[in-house]
């Protein structure tokens, strides 16, 4: 049983940029997180899918954006990439109110 | 989310009990205290969480005092790959709001 897997797991962009990162759920899971990890921080929460809609969003801007698929897959969009948007974005998926499950992340390094 | 304060560190033998304290003051009525861990270069690991009542599964013991103000995360016999940042979160629902964690050290 395969659990939360994320695509790719590093990427190089340049400021300006854009990029999208893609995550599947763990099987039976309906619910998508995803969090930004800077270096030497926790985690931090920017929004969650459920029913391919947005549910809840933390306080990112509005470059960051996410779509859910039928599927419960998801990707995370970011725009106009900021030096400062270097960090690992990690997915989450649960099922429903569930305990979240994690994936090892994608590493986004800007230059 | 209730503010969650763990200490920044703790050191434990291999073999012995690790006992990560958190204290969660202003928790309400229906947050459920979450214990992660993160090992270096890893996504979060989902430990273990509870309400009200102590909790126990393969990994770890849950104790959550009666008032719910603190808890206490138990490795019962802890190993050199226990060594990871744990992470001690209350939340209701959707997000977890983590915070700088303890870095726990399992010397040989």
């Known amino acids: 049983d395969a659990g939360v897997t994320q695509s790719p797991t590093h990427l190089i962009k340049t400021r300006g940029q854009q990029v999208t990162l893609r995550c599947s759920p763990k099987?039976?899971?309906?619910?998508v997180s995803w969090y930004q990890q800077a270096l030497g921080q926790g985690p931090q929460f920017i929004f969650q899918?459920?029913?391919?809609?947005?549910?809840q969003r933390g306080n990112f801007p509005d470059r960051f954006s996410g779509h859910q698929f039928p599927n419960y897959s998801s990707e995370l969009n970011v725009n106009a990439l900021l030096l400062g948007d270097s960090a690992l974005y990690l997915c989450?998926?649960?099922?429903?109110?569930?305990?979240?499950?994690f994936g090892d992340g994608t590493r986004l390094s800007i230059l | 989310d209730a503010k969650t304060t763990q200490p920044p560190s703790m050191d434990c033998a291999e073999g012995r009990a690790a006992n990560l304290p958190c204290n969660h003051s202003?928790?309400?009525?229906?947050?459920?205290v979450y214990w992660y861990r993160q090992i270096h270069s890893q996504g979060p690991q989902y430990i273990i969480h509870?309400?009200?009542n102590n909790e126990t599964n393969e990994m770890a013991s849950l104790i959550i005092t009666e008032d719910r103000k603190s808890s206490t995360l138990i490795l019962p016999h802890a190993t050199l790959r226990d060594t990871a940042v744990y992470y001690c979160?209350?939340?209701?629902?959707?997000?977890?709001?983590f915070g700088q964690g303890t870095i726990l050290t399992v010397h040989p």
């Open positions: 989450a998926s649960s099922l429903s109110n569930q305990p979240q499950h």
């Open positions: 099987s039976g899971h309906d619910t």
């Open positions: 899918y459920y029913e391919e809609e947005e549910r």
């Open positions: 202003t928790i309400s009525g229906n947050e459920y």
């Open positions: 509870g309400l009200k």
């Open positions: 979160i209350a939340s209701s629902y959707g997000k977890l709001t």
